[in-house]
């Protein structure tokens, strides 16, 4: 072969740039047609919903897995979530019941009123902690799966909610037979009773709120899971847990705040629901406030906890 021809030979084709056979649109295109999404984005809020509600299943088993493994390492399992409302109750009525006294103006069945707001309680007070620790105690499955982190929080009040079901109705039996003894008023079984599942399913929606609001805080500022068990004590004592607030808080101007305020309103829900309690009558305020306070603190909860999506597992 002369100079000539190995001259006019064809150069070999010198590949394409990168950038240029994966420009930003195929890339884009592809990821659509795959149903890619791009990591460390926080997504539209209705995709978001729509690939939540898609994963019902998977919140479902997860809270189902969560109640189960709550107590499986003790000799009494799962009777736990029955025993421990039942002791916590039992030491409030002996302390502030019968020693000291607490709310027997006012109040006719002192043991079913201190009973019934140490189950509620209990069960707002555990979904709290649950949504706090869903995302920091989850962080492995957080940062090597892809789903909508709103699934933690959720799961983790449904597993409180399973553990609830069976300790209503230990919280209704001693509600019921508290009223045969001679120092406390009657319980009656009415067609009033049938209004606990409403409430609790309004107490349920409210508490998946809070859940979403201190998952996003908790996530950002660990620190503030030492705060929240001094927070729930102060709010325990300032919801008529224990006491009627109508009747230690009622004189003051500013009673009606602490009176209306959510976990207290969902408190006389259940109360007036079940008890025979003059103080805590049928009241259709109540239940509109019932509702109007869960759903600002789902709706709010919600979309906080969502504008957080892109953070958790990053920080």
């Known amino acids: ?12 084709e010198v590949p394409a740039p990168l950038e240029r056979v994966f420009d930003q649109a195929s890339v884009d295109r592809a990821a659509r047609e795959n149903g890619l999404d791009q990591v460390g984005v926080r997504p539209r809020l209705v995709p978001y919903l729509k690939d939540l509600w898609t994963r019902r299943a998977f919140i479902k088993v997860l809270a189902i897995s969560k109640a189960y493994a709550e ?4 000799y009494l399992g799962q009777l736990w979530a029955l025993f421990s409302p039942i002791l916590n109750a039992t030491v409030y009525v002996i302390i502030f019941g019968f020693i000291l006294k607490v709310g027997r103006e006012g109040i006719e ?11 509620m309680f209990r069960f707002f007070e555990r979904s709290v902690m ?26 983790g009040v449904l597993a409180e909610l399973t553990v609830l079901g069976p300790a209503l109705v230990v919280m209704c039996v001693i509600s019921y037979f508290s009223g045969f003894l001679p120092i406390a008023g009657t319980v009656t079984i009415d067609a009033y009773w049938l209004l606990l599942f409403p409430a609790v399913g309004l107490m349920w929606i409210f508490s998946t709120g809070c859940a979403f609001l201190v998952a996003r805080w908790v996530a950002i500022t660990p620190d503030l899971d030492n705060l929240l068990p001094h927070i729930m004590r102060v709010l325990m004592y300032s919801s008529g847990v224990i006491f009627s607030i109508d009747r230690y808080l009622g004189q003051f101007s500013w009673g009606w705040i602490v009176e209306y305020q959510p976990v207290a309103v969902y408190l006389y829900l259940v109360r007036s629901a079940l008890l025979n309690e003059p103080a805590y009558p049928p ?25 957080g999506e892109e953070r958790y597992g990053r920080d």
């Open 1 to 12: 072969m002369t100079v000539g021809e190995a001259g006019s030979a064809a150069a070999p």
């Open 130 to 155: 649950a949504g706090a620790h869903s995302v920091n105690k989850n962080m492995n499955l957080v940062r090597s799966v892809q789903f909508p982190r709103a699934v933690l929080p959720i799961a």
């Open 109 to 119: 069945n002192t043991i079913a009123f201190i009973v019934v707001g140490v189950f």
């Open 71 to 74: 107590n499986q390492n003790t």
């Open 283 to 307: 009241d259709g305020t109540m239940w509109l406030l019932g509702v109007g306070w869960a759903a600002v603190f789902a709706l709010v909860g919600f979309v906080v906890f969502w504008r």
